[in-house]
Every structure is written in structure tokens, then in C-alpha cells.
């Protein structure tokens, strides 16, 4: 693994390797490397401990296009990682995978070290994941509150909807999010882009996420509230909350993420410390797959760039 | 609850009461509008009913004098009273044809499947149960309503089935239902008239006097559903108060209450201005023994014991009103029941998201499979009712029972306002739909119309239907 002996930094410690460079027998991953000493020596505190979540592997085609390609991602506790890409490289696609939104074809995922099927979206909010859907899916004939609480209404003590408590509710986490949102009445379809992205940010953060799915959270949002979800991101992280944060703004990514992982053609390219890497570097991951020398390689890594 | 801790400072004043910003110089209209909460649409709807019922009262008092409201045969109480009756049917059937079209769903099969019921279960009733318990056996009627029930979910969660699980899509699906069931129907009835049904399930055609509530009951309950509109409308307040939302003008508060009871204790008021038919009067009277004095018959000839245009009590009871009758209260419960599990439960909510966004109800966690299948079974569920209905009223069960009740139970729901689109629809408008469709039937059966021209018109006023509330929604928008 001639890959892991450039960086000396991390020469002592076991790797975690995250995007493996040929395909590892399962019997092999069975047992974890010490997770404990892989941050060692990082200036960031958040990666110490079992990851929340491993995926391991994960492939999945439409038809005949390989979306996902072996790829593999972790996140730990109170970590943000950036996933990053050029369009169609299968980011959304390996998150779907995660969320329960999408079967995979082969891989294993892995919560807080134990592996676990997630067949459908209830499984994974069951498992405390909560994902903002790159196109937020909404159910636009009903309200705000109606979104939030989808699938989790709250109730009177007869058992029927409690709407005014769930528009107040809503109400609260909008107006920390969206401050000049007003229309609780209205119907989604009658909300603007970015309003309508403050409600499916607001859906997900609304209950106790243990790991937050962020496919381009901020794309349709004004200056004012990007630089809040971006406040909200460092409080949530604060909190002990794994975040993937998928997006195509660079210096987001570099402001909010401690790692960065780069897909091309549904294939992780490789992974980095933000602070190992330069903005050009990780362009050119994007770009041309050129792994630098900051970063593990993956497998969709060009063989120069190693 | 909820991960996120607002502090103070941020959360100070989401000021709730800035959300309808009161324009300044808005018209009369527009402000009642918006202080009642009122669905204009719901209006226009109403209006429609009026104007069909104003014209046919008109255009049969044209033909001959009678003492309808305007002058024809039309705006009676015994004609009110029976399109009641003849509505109730369709309006059941057509409150679970709203929540399947909002699913973006349809069911083509509701008549067949109307018919199979009806049969397969009169045929129990008649050649099994009659024989084995002996005729009037009140298990009869029981087993019998409770198979009709029971058979209607199971085909219903059926179709619902291959809808879901074998991802048939829904319009096939119902489309062989339609074809298939009325085959089963016809094999299992032989091709006969399978009668008489049991005494006690007569009740549920409104045919008989068992049936029928009766003025004094009506009234109870009449002042009963008052008693709940009020109630409704103060608890609604007090929700408002409890979270501090914008509240409604108190006039406009009082202003519901009362066209509500207005409605209600109007509609009562019809019901119980319908003497009973001069059969049921006379066979009553030989029953009691008592004699039926010499009078004039009234002109619609239901009522005896009229002389001239004076009602004579001749003698006491004598003169009987059948308030309302059991399959309106039943298609009044229903719709109630449904309005119900349409707005106020989590199912209904999850039938709405997912008719809205089916993608999006799936990743909200919604189990949208097992939701289309008990969409279905409730469809089936209601079909159920429904031929308890009509082969209760008809007296008998025949393969043909519901030939065609799949295109009225669709055409009230999609003139009610159900969008074939997915996601909007309301069971009132369903009701309102069903209304007006039987209107349109029985006003131009009652001015002689041949049956081909009732159809071209129900034809017609459907598509016009769709198209002013297109037109309507656009300028909303
Ligand atoms: N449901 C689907 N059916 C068929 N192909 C799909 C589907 N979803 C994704 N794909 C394909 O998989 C590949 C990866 O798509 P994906 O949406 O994951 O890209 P992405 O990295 O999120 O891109 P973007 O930055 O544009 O959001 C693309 O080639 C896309 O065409
Ligand atoms: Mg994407």
C-alpha cells in the first residue's frame, strides 16, 4: 500500500483507508483498525472514536451506467465531510444509498461499527439519518408544517393531527432559519426556491439527526441564509452530529468541512485533511482525478496522479 | 423533540400576527371571504346545485303547476327527499374515489365490484342463510351487512395489491376488476334476480318505514349537529388563542355558526315536510286498525287526508313525516367520517403528500405501498356500504346492480373539484359533485327527458365541469 507510506505523518498509525485501491476480501474488514489512534495526530478533535457511519464498498448501476463504483465513505462524530465532484460523478447517488432512498447493488454500511440493512428510508431515519434531498422532496399540494412533520405528525391526546401545534413548532425552527419566511398557510408549490429549501433544511435538523445528509443544501439560498446554514452546520457539528455535506461552492467546503472526499465517475478519487490540501489541488481531483499528495488516493484516482 | 435550542434573542418575536398583512382598501367581498376562511370554490360549487335545482323547479313548473318552491315539481319535499336517497349511493362511493384520485390512483372497477358484492351476498342471505336459520333470523341481516363489509375491503386490498406489490398500474388493474367482477356477478346470480332480502336489511334502502328517522329524532338530531358546529367553531378559537395565531373576526365566528345551523335545521325542516307515501299510510292504518277518512289526496298523491290545499287531521297519526331516511344518514355519516379521516388523521395526511410528491412522501418515510393498499380496501370498504344500499333499496341483487356506477362515482368526484392530477381534492366537493350529477339525472327524468339526453347532459356538465374550475384555479394562481 505504497499509497499510505508518502504521507509520514500518518507512517505509524493504521490508516483508515477509505477509498481502497483494489477490492478487500470482507473477512479483511471484519475486524476495524483501532479507530481511536487514526486521528491521533489531527489537529481536529472530531474523528477520534468508532466511525457513525462506514460504508463500505457500495456499488449500484442504473442500467448499464456504474452511478457508484466501489466506492467507500466514513464520518464520525462531529465531523463534517465534504463530498465533492463533477456532475453526474454519483455523489447524490452514493448519499441515496445511505438515506434508504436507493438499494445497493453490493457493499455494507456500517453504524457506529455494527453493520446494518438499510432497505427503505425508515430504516435509515431509524438509525438517526436525516438527508436534504438535492431536489428536497417536497410534498408541494401541502404547508410547511405539513412537510416537517411528514411521517412523524404530532398529535392530540385523541390521536388525531395536531396542526396548530405543528405550525407553531414550525413556526420556531423556520423563523431561526428563513427569519422573513411568513407563509405557514400556503402550500409548498407557492413557496419560492429558497424557501422551499429553508423547509427541507428544516425537516431534517427538526429531529434528533445523528448523522445529517446535506446533498447542496445552500444551492437556491440568498447570502443571508447560506451564511446561516452555515452557522447552523458549525452548531450542529458542535453538537456531535456527523454531517455529509455535499456542494459545489470550493471555499464552503473549505470553511465547514474537516475531510473532503472527491468522486469522478462514481468512483472516489481520494480523500483529504481540508487542511492538507489546497483549493487547486482539490480541483484538479475534480477535474482530472489527480490525487495530491495531502490526500489518500481512492480508486478512481489517476494512476500519475498517485 | 427538537435537537435545536433557539436562544432568547433569536426566537423573540416570530410575530404570528404579520402573516395575512391586511391590505388596506380590499373589497367587501374579498374581506369576507377572508375573515370567514370560506373556500370560495366550495360557494361556487353550491351555486352550481341551486341553479340546477331553480332550473328544473322552474322549467317542471312550465310543464304543470306544482307546489315547488318555484312553482314546480321539483323543489318538493318528496323529491328532495328522494334525491337523497338515490344520491346516497354514489356520494359513499365517491368520498373513497377522492382520496384514490388524490393518490393519484383510480378505481374503474367500483361498479362491478358494487354488483359481485351485492350478489355474492344475497345469494348467501337467500340460499344459505334463509334456509339454514329460517327467513327473518336477525343473524341474517347481520352476516349479511357484515359479508358485504368484509367482501368489499378484501377485493378492495386485492386490487389494491397488484396496484402496489405487483406494480400493475392502477387504471389496468381496475380496468380487468371491471370486466372480471361483473363476470363473477353474472355467474354467481345465474343470470337471476337473486330476492327477497332480509326484512331488517331493507332498512338500508330507505324504501321502508323502519327506515325512516321519524320528525322528532330528526329534529334531535338536527339540534345535535348545531350543538357540534358551535362547538367546533369555539374549539377552533381556542386553538388559535393557545398559539397565539391570528384569529378570525368574532362576527365572521358567528356568522358560521349560524349558516351552518341554517343548513342543517333547513335541510332537517325538508325532511320532515315529507309525509309518508300513501301505501306505507294505508297498510300502517290496517295495522292499527284505524280508518282512513275521506279526504283529498294531495297532489303529488303521497300524502292523505288533504282537502283541497289544506292539510285535515282527519284523525289522529294520521298524518306521518319520515324525516330523514337511513341511507342519507348514512351517506351524511360517511361523509363526515371520511372529511374526518381525510383532514384530521395522519393516514389521510400521508394520501395527500403522497398524491403530491410520491417520490418525496417515500423518502419522508411514508410507506407508500402499504398506504396504496388500504387506500384501495377503504375504496372497497365503501363499495361495501354502497351495496348494502342498493340492494337493500332495490329489494333484490342482480349482476347489473352497479353496471355504470363506476363512470357517476368518478364524474362527482372530478365535478367536485378532485384533480386527476394528484394531490387536491375534498370529500364535501365529492358530496356537493354527487349531488349535482343525480340532480341533473332525476330532474330530467322527472320532465320526461329519455334517458340517452340525461346522459349527453351528465356528460357535458362533467367536462364543463373540469374545465370552469381549471379556468378558476389559473386565475388563483
Ligand atoms: N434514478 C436514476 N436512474 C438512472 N440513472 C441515474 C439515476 N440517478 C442517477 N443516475 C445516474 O447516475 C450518475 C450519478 O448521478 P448523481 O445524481 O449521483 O450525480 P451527482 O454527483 O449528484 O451530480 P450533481 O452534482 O449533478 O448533483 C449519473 O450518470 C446519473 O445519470
Ligand atoms: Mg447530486
Redesign the pocket.
Known sequence: MAQVAKSSTRKSTPVRIVGKTKPVKAADLKTHESPAAVAGRHSFAPTRGTPLIEMRNISIA??G?K??DHASIDLFPGEVVG?L????????????VLSGA?LRDAGQIFVDGKEITIANPRDAKAQGIETIY?TLALADNVDAAANLYLGRELKTRLGTLDDAAMESETRKVMFRLNPNFRRFKEPVSKLSGGQRQSVAIARAIHFNARILIM??PTAALGPQETAQVGALIKQLKAEGIGIFL?S?DLHDVFDLADRLVV?KN?KVVGTANTKDVTHDEVLGMIIAGKCPKGAIPGPGATRDGV | MPRIKFSEATLSTPSPASQTPALEHESVVTKFFRATEIDARMLGMIAALLLVWAIFDVWSGIISHDDGLLGGAFLTPRNLWTLLVQTSSIAVMSTGMVLLIVMRQIDLSVGSMLSLIAVGTAVLQVYQLAPALGVGHPAIWVLGVAACLALGTLIGAFNGFLVAYAKIPAFIVTLGGLIAYSGIAFLLAKGETVAPMDQTFEVFGGGIQASWLGPFWSWILAAAACCTIAYAVVNGRRQRIRFNFPLRPVWAEAFLIAIGSFAVLGTTWVMNSYPWPQGVMEDYAKTHNLVIPAGVENRDGSAICMAGEQVVHCLNGLMHYTGFSLPALIAIGVCLGMTFIATRTSFGRYVYATGGNPEAAELAGINTKWLTVKVFALMGFLVGVSSIISSARLNAATNALGQTNELYVIAATVIGGTSLAGGVGTIYGAMIGALVMQSIVSGMSLLNLPAASQNMVVGGVLVLAVYLDQQYRRRLK
Open positions: 442504473f442500467g451506467i452511478a457508484v463530498l465532484g463533477h456532475n453526474g460523478a454519483g455523489k447524490s447517488t452514493l448519499i441515496k436507493y438535492q446533498d447542496e455535499i459545489h468522486m462514481g
